[in-house]
Nanobody
């Protein structure tokens, strides 16, 4: 059982930046693909970004391309999401997901593909 703990959320003004972290309990985290999703009140969970288990490949939702950066440090069992130029409509709970990946370069962008989830961290962007 992999435990994921997100941190780094908070209140920020529109145009500001935040860096989210997702720390994993699994020693073999380097074999897990990971992704960030977000869910606003009354809306479905949506894909934000994903990174392959070896960190070589990344993918982003069109709405965040050029502003968000996903990365990972397998030595620290941690995945990051750097968010810049935040918008009020991006206010949501941000979740980290993880799943074992047979191939080191595979990306997963659907929430149903992830087996493990953190508790989420609230990001509030004020206008």
């Amino acid at each position: 059982q992999v435990q994921l703990v997100e941190s780094g959320g908070g209140l920020v003004q529109a145009g500001g930046s935040l860096r989210l972290s997702c720390a994993a309990s699994e020693r073999t985290f380097s074999s897990y693909a990971t992704g960030w999703f977000r869910q606003a009140p009354g809306k479905e969970r949506e894909f934000v970004a994903a990174v392959s288990s070896n960190g070589a490949r990344t993918s982003y939702a069109d709405s965040v391309k050029g502003r968000f950066t996903i990365s990972r440090d397998n030595a620290k069992n941690t995945v990051y999401l750097e968010m810049n130029f935040l918008k009020p409509e991006e206010t949501a709970v941000y979740y980290c997901g993880a799943r074992e990946s047979v191939f080191a370069r595979t990306l997963f962008s659907r929430s149903g593909e992830y087996k493990y989830w953190g508790q989420g961290t609230q990001v509030t962007v004020s206008s």
